[in-house]
């Protein structure tokens, strides 16, 4: 299953802290923890009796930080591979004694984790979002966002302009503007790329003083995220970068982050969020309306929907989940 192979995010990174945390993934348990500031996945079960390790604490010990387990103490070093047994102090665990370790790591102020090592066509790192990482930007992480639908129809609504004037109406739209130019479309394995997009938003960005046509720039790196570049006309100094990532929670349900990157942006951290949780409140009756909740897409879908003009971002991303073997419906 490809997505297994995918980078996801689990969380945001400043969410997990001291005590470990329990999560699911693709239908995996996992437990997530730190060790002097790493992170560390883990299959969310003790290979001794099978209790689940985020019931457990981090200790710090002599050689290091380890997970103990709440059952018996069972404590498991950074690797995954248990180091002590409270009742056996001087048995010395095999390697076998250890739970399943998954590859971890942060970027954009989320943990992500990958559950299957990649094959040679698909990236070996998160999707790169280079202002969110960018001193010179001011980084906010938005979420997380539960909603009830499918990852791809959230990755596609995000894509979508002509929705701007009806759904975000007096936001980031007008019913009088409802005419968009959906841009320059370019399609390739690595994903989908849509350069000189432009709508018409009454209100751009949270402390906007006025309309303005606003030029837009997408790039679709991974099924499940997309990256939005917005940059005013007029001279306007404000600069934006919006990135939407989401975590796959089954056929009709998905998490969702938006990491934000701002220049000369003089709203705060709290109106900034407030903003993206007013737009996405706008969105989520809508997207979590639709039926089926999986893209219609492929021979075994059981219903098909038309298109119009402009659904030419839309179509392309469609193809390109067809294009990696996106199973939709059993994600």
């Known amino acids: 299953m490809i997505e297994r192979q995918l980078w996801h995010p689990v969380v945001a990174s400043h969410t997990l802290r001291e005590l470990p945390l329990a999560l699911g993934l693709l239908g995996e348990a996992l ?16 290979p001794h009796r099978g209790a689940r390790l985020s019931l457990g604490r981090v200790l710090t010990t002599v050689h290091g930080p380890r997970l103990e387990c709440a059952y018996h103490g069972w404590q498991f070093e950074a690797g995954g591979r248990c180091r002590h047994v409270p009742a056996s102090p001087d048995f010395q665990p095999p390697p076998g004694h250890a739970t399943t370790a998954f590859e971890a790591r942060e970027a954009h102020g989320l943990v992500w984790v990958r559950l299957d090592a990649p094959g040679a066509e698909l990236p070996d790192a998160p999707p790169a979002f280079a202002e969110a990482d960018d001193s010179a930007w001011r980084r906010v992480v938005c979420g997380p966002y539960a909603v009830a639908t499918s990852a791809p ?29 959906s841009g320059v479309v370019s399609e390739s394995p690595e994903g989908v790329q849509v350069l000189k997009a432009r709508a018409w938003q009454p209100r751009g960005y949270a402390e906007a003083e006025g309309g303005a046509w606003i030029d837009y720039a997408y790039e679709v790196p991974h099924p499940y995220a997309a990256l939005l570049r917005k940059d005013a006309s007029l001279g306007d100094p404000v600069r934006n970068a919006i990135a939407l990532f989401i975590r796959p929670d089954g056929d009709e349900a998905c998490t969702a982050w938006f990491v934000m990157a701002t220049q000369n942006d003089r709203s705060s951290d709290e109106s900034l969020i407030d903003f993206q949780d007013t737009v996405f409140a706008q969105d989520r009756p809508v997207v979590e309306s639709q039926s089926p909740k999986t893209l219609p897409i492929g021979r075994t879908a059981r219903v098909s929907e038309v298109h119009g003009p402009a659904d030419r971002v839309s179509s392309a991303y469609r193809r390109y989940l067809q294009r990696l073997g996106i199973a939709l419906g059993t994600c």
């Open 31 to 46: 437990v997530l923890w730190r060790e002097h500031g790493a992170v560390h996945a883990w299959a969310d079960r003790c």
């Open 153 to 181: 129809r959230l990755v596609e609504n995000f894509l979508d302009l002509s929705h701007f004037g009806f759904v975000h109406e007096g936001w980031l739209g007008e019913r009088g503007h409802a005419q968009v130019m």
